[in-house]
């Protein structure tokens, strides 16, 4: 990743962030969508003190909002030759929470429409007390637009991204100092 590369949202990504934008506060969900992508200097010093080493850049991900307590949710670049929309989707907290949430934007846009937020998907084996999803007609229908033969409840999109990438946390923690 460079400084200078394109840092637009892809379409069905920015018109689902556009609504979440509208809703913060709103619906019980965590989640604060940023207008773009932090640049690649914003990511990698992100990076290194979430990791406390210097030595990293932030190249494997792209960040494009966070939770109220600032952990980050991004796209995870790990699948080599594979287009931004078809990268997972992560989430790293503020107090070192870490969770592959959906396999890719198809799946996030479904995990949002069911009313998830980063922090609710990486945090659902042990949800806030008195939290509820509660589905999002807007983000249902972008959902529907981008994605419409890609529908599975929120549970089985995080369980799909767990299964398909359960050495994430160890991955990350191996970077740590």
Known sequence: ???NEDRR???ALASAMAVRLDCIGEDGVDFEPFEAFLTADETTDWFRAWTGNGELNGDDFRVFGQDGTGGYVAFWLIRPGQQLVEQPVVFLGSEGETGVIARNLAAFLWLLADGFGPWEASTAHDPEPGWVPRPHRELA???????????VPAVTVIEQAT???????DTITELCR
Not at 141 to 151: G, H, L, T, V
Not at 163 to 169: C, G, I, N, R, S
């Open 9 to 11: 949202f892809p379409r």
């Open 1 to 3: 990743m460079t400084s």
């Open 141 to 151: 229908a972008i959902a529907e637009e981008f994605a419409p033969d890609k529908r």
């Open 163 to 169: 299964q398909e990438f359960p050495d994430f946390d």
